[in-house]
């Protein structure tokens, strides 16, 4: 069992950064798949990053967002610059068993999902 906690959303305006921070218990963190995924009102939820044997981006976040993990505090970061409206959402980090050479983006991969985080951007 793994139980994710997410951190470090709130107000920003556009152009500004975030870091949101998700530590994880549980043993064994660096064999798991982290991704990042977000939801805005209305919408399904969509992958943002993810981090196995690579590293993934989803087009709208690519060159502004980078995913990072550090195995020995079970923690995976998402750093988000450049912020536009469009990114307002709830973040939420997940963790699928094992690694694979390319992350999966579809969120049925994932077994355990943290509470969210709320981004918003101002414009």
């Known amino acids: 069992q793994v139980q994710l906690v997410e951190s470090g959303g709130g107000l920003v305006q556009a152009g500004g950064s975030l870091r949101l921070s998700c530590a994880a218990s549980?043993?064994?963190?660096?064999?798991?798949?982290m991704a990042w995924f977000r939801q805005a009102p209305g919408k399904e939820r969509e992958f943002v990053a993810g981090?196995?044997?690579?590293?993934r981006y989803a087009d709208y976040v690519k060159g502004r967002f980078t995913i990072s993990r550090d195995n020995a505090k079970n923690t995976v970061y998402l750093q988000m610059n450049s912020l536009k409206p469009e990114d307002t959402a709830v973040y939420y980090c997940?963790?699928?068993?094992?690694?694979?050479?390319?992350?999966?983006?579809?969120?049925?991969?994932?077994?355990?999902w943290g509470q969210g985080t709320q981004v918003t951007v101002s414009s």
């Open positions: 549980g043993r064994l963190f660096s064999w798991y798949t």
């Open positions: 981090s196995s044997n690579s590293i």
């Open positions: 997940a963790a699928g068993g094992g690694l694979t050479s390319e992350v999966v983006t579809r969120s049925g991969r994932y077994d355990y």
